[in-house]
């Protein structure tokens, strides 16, 4: 396969991405090819492990456009690390247009693939475009009350309860501070995007900045830090709630280990979209990423497309060894 560097503009910015192309093979029909659109989570870039699921869709025939939102990564942007939901959504809807306008691309082979808080984007994207061939919903964020419900049964232990009210106090006075700032078209005020309780950190818990490192490779200078203002908008994004909306199949898959976004309101979204369905593992949020986890849900999610992206007149991309995915655990 091929990897290319294939900016596009939003806003006039620009998005920076990569593009794999596959290689050609004589098993597969000639002509275009589908292709996968694929951007990270929270706070995250596409160096962050993002090519491993590239190169295997690449390698099970469909192109893979991989970039970073504006403010983010190797992409434009002025104010660096603000993480503005209305803005990323418009970065994967001009990254759509773009991917469709590339020549060897087929435009109504489409997909998108979304993990964690990108879940949630591709959901908002989906139901908005009906023209698109599917969609990968990898450990989705879905909605900000229920993520709220899940922080608020967490642990038990004596002065947890405690900790984790002084911990959010602390982020959303950073969090309105930071929005005043943003008003006046200040720098913005960071906080980190993961640490211990009382860090301040969004995703604050046991563990939580070593689990989200473990994604990021060697010599990758990835920044554990985000605008605060992102704290008084989580909770109420609820892209979820679109899910009846979306008419092309989609994939969500869950991990029942997972304490970031709770795996209930995902598989509700895979029962309320009209061509969803699900698959489940017993993993964590993070191991989804490497590992076990990885191999599992990649596995899955090639298998998806693969029965999805079909060319015109019944011929697909599928490789010989894909099957349907296994039951989900009991």
């Known amino acids: 396969m091929s990897r290319i560097d294939h900016g596009f503009p939003v806003g006039g910015d620009e998005c920076a991405a990569w593009l794999y192309r596959p290689d050609p093979d004589p098993d597969r029909a000639d002509g275009p090819v589908p292709a996968v659109v694929l951007a990270h989570g929270f706070g995250m870039t596409r160096d962050c492990r993002l090519d491993a699921?590239?190169?295997?869709?690449?390698?099970?025939?469909?192109?893979?456009?991989?970039f970073d939102y504006r403010g983010f990564g190797d992409s434009g942007g002025r104010h660096r690390q603000v993480l503005d939901i209305a803005a990323q959504r418009a970065d994967w809807r001009a990254a759509v247009a773009h991917v469709r306008a590339t020549d060897g691309i087929d435009?109504?082979?489409?997909?998108?693939?979304?993990?964690?808080?990108?879940?949630?984007?591709?959901?908002?994207v989906?139901?908005?475009?009906?023209?698109?061939?599917?969609?990968?919903?990898?450990?989705?964020?879905?909605?900000?009350?229920?993520?709220?419900?899940?922080?608020?049964?967490?642990?038990?232990?004596?002065?947890?309860?405690?900790?984790?009210?002084?911990?959010?106090?602390?982020?959303?006075?950073?969090?309105?501070?930071?929005?005043?700032?943003?008003?006046?078209?200040?720098?913005?005020?960071?906080?980190?995007?993961?640490?211990?309780?009382g860090s301040g950190a969004v995703i604050a818990g046991p563990g939580a900045e070593r689990a989200i490192r473990h994604l990021v490779p060697d010599g990758v200078a990835w920044r554990n830090e985000v605008a605060a203002r992102i704290a008084l908008r989580v909770p109420l994004d609820r892209p979820g709630r679109r899910a009846s909306q979306i008419?092309?199949?989609?994939?969500?898959?869950?991990?029942?280990?997972?304490?970031?976004?709770?795996?209930?309101?995902?598989?509700?979204?895979?029962?309320?979209?009209?061509?969803?369905?699900?698959?489940?593992?017993?993993?964590?949020?993070?191991?989804a990423y490497v590992g076990a986890g990885f191999e599992a849900l990649c596995a899955q999610e090639v298998e998806f497309l693969s029965r999805h992206l079909r060319a015109p007149g019944g011929t697909t991309a599928t490789p010989p060894t894909a099957r349907r995915p296994p039951a989900p655990p009991p």
């Open 53 to 66: 699921w590239a190169r295997r869709f690449a390698a099970a025939g469909f192109a893979a456009l991989v």
């Open 107 to 124: 435009p109504d082979r489409v997909a998108l693939w979304g993990t964690s808080f990108s879940g949630g984007h591709v959901l908002s």
């Open 126 to 197: 989906a139901a908005d475009d009906p023209r698109l061939a599917a969609v990968v919903a990898q450990v989705p964020f879905v909605d900000g009350p229920a993520l709220l419900r899940g922080a608020r049964r967490g642990p038990r232990e004596p002065g947890a309860l405690a900790a984790r009210v002084r911990h959010t106090a602390r982020l959303v006075g950073a969090a309105l501070g930071d929005e005043v700032r943003g008003r006046l078209g200040r720098a913005p005020l960071l906080v980190p995007v993961a640490g211990e309780v």
């Open 247 to 287: 008419r092309c199949p989609l994939l969500v898959a869950v991990c029942d280990g997972d304490t970031v976004t709770p795996p209930g309101p995902a598989l509700a979204v895979a029962a309320a979209a009209p061509r969803g369905e699900a698959v489940r593992h017993a993993f964590s949020h993070f191991e």
